[in-house]
């Protein structure tokens, strides 16, 4: 007689259980598993209401993933920005208005350290069109012609010249309007146009000196009206010829 039955009964259970232990039957164990931890994994769900406020850092966001969508719109602002990272690349072309821009931040452009001049000279050093203006002197010698005077569309030009061993000088005034009238010492005065000039003065040594000889005035449709007086020297001094004047422009 067995002195124990229940050891001998747990060996007998043991036996049958391996007996039907097939490759199968694990196999389907496994799977059931599977199946049951992979719908238990399915259950879990992480929402905002399971995140502790302000528990989300930089580091848990993968790089590249937060995009223009995942922004609420007007709320970055120039905070938000490191200074200096914005480059002219971030900026769509065309963009950028003069409202945008500081202007008193902007210094003088390089190339335009003159900007408040004209040739060096200070607007101080020039004139108005209402400011009485000097023409000349003009110097001349023999054989030379040179322009004395130009307003507008008028141009007063001299001219000395040797004529039998005696000096002579003469000036013209030409306009490149028509219609235009010169005025002139006594009655006369004239019309003058495009290739058609007019001789303002013409004198010789023999009446040599210094004196007031024509007028540098003028009108033309345009509106140009200069008003002046002009003063010529022939064998004056070293200079064979001289023009000299003033004029309001």
Same mark, same amino acid.
């Given at each position: 007689?067995?002195?124990?039955?229940? /050891?001998?009964?747990?060996?007998?259970?043991?036996?049958?259980?391996?007996?039907?232990?097939?490759?199968? #039957?694990?196999?389907?164990?496994?799977?059931?598993?599977?199946?049951?931890? $992979?719908?238990?994994?399915?259950?879990?769900?992480? *929402?905002?209401?399971?995140?502790?406020? #302000? /528990?989300?850092?930089? %580091?848990?966001?993968?790089?590249?993933?937060?995009?223009? @969508?995942?922004?609420?719109?007007?709320?970055?602002?120039?905070?938000?920005?490191?200074?200096?990272?914005?480059?002219?690349?971030?900026?769509?072309?065309?963009?950028?208005?003069?409202?945008?821009? %500081?202007?008193?931040?902007?210094?003088?452009?390089?190339? +335009?350290?003159?900007?408040?001049?004209?040739?060096?000279?200070? +607007?101080?050093?020039?004139?108005?069109?209402?400011?009485?203006?000097?023409?000349?002197?003009?110097?001349?010698? %023999?054989?030379?012609?040179?322009?004395?005077?130009?307003?507008? @569309?008028?141009?007063?030009?001299?001219?000395?010249?040797?004529?039998?061993?005696?000096?002579?000088?003469?000036? %013209?005034?030409?306009?490149?309007?028509?219609?235009?009238?010169? *005025?002139?010492?006594?009655? !006369?005065?004239?019309?003058?146009?495009?290739?058609? @000039?007019?001789?303002?003065?013409? !004198?010789? /040594?023999?009446?040599?000196?210094?004196?007031?000889?024509? @007028?540098?005035?003028?009108?033309?449709?345009?509106?140009?009206?200069?008003?002046?007086?002009?003063?010529? *020297?022939? =064998?004056?001094?070293?200079?064979?010829?001289?023009? =000299? $004047?003033?004029?309001?422009?």
């Amino acid at each position: 007689m067995d002195s124990h039955p229940s /050891s001998s009964r747990a060996g007998r259970a043991a036996s049958a259980a391996r007996s039907r232990l097939t490759f199968s #039957n694990l196999t389907a164990v496994l799977a059931l598993f599977v199946a049951l931890g $992979g719908s238990s994994y399915a259950a879990i769900r992480v *929402g905002s209401a399971e995140i502790a406020d #302000n /528990s989300i850092r930089s %580091k848990d966001i993968r790089d590249g993933e937060v995009r223009g @969508p995942d922004v609420a719109k007007s709320t970055i602002r120039g905070t938000d920005v490191r200074d200096g990272d914005l480059q002219g690349r971030d900026v769509r072309d065309h963009t950028i208005s003069g409202a945008d821009v %500081k202007e008193s931040s902007f210094g003088k452009v390089p190339m +335009a350290g003159d900007a408040d001049t004209l040739g060096g000279r200070s +607007a101080a050093a020039f004139l108005g069109s209402d400011k009485l203006v000097r023409v000349g002197p003009v110097a001349l010698q %023999k054989g030379e012609e040179r322009t004395v005077a130009v307003s507008g @569309p008028f141009t007063w030009t001299a001219e000395c010249t040797d004529q039998d061993g005696d000096t002579h000088l003469s000036v %013209k005034l030409e306009s490149t309007e028509d219609g235009s009238f010169a *005025g002139s010492f006594g009655d !006369g005065g004239g019309a003058v146009s495009p290739g058609a @000039p007019i001789t303002m003065f013409d !004198g010789s /040594s023999s009446t040599p000196g210094y004196q007031i000889a024509f @007028p540098l005035s003028a009108s033309a449709p345009s509106g140009a009206a200069p008003v002046g007086l002009a003063f010529v *020297g022939i =064998n004056v001094g070293t200079d064979d010829c001289l023009v =000299n $004047g003033m004029m309001l422009p």
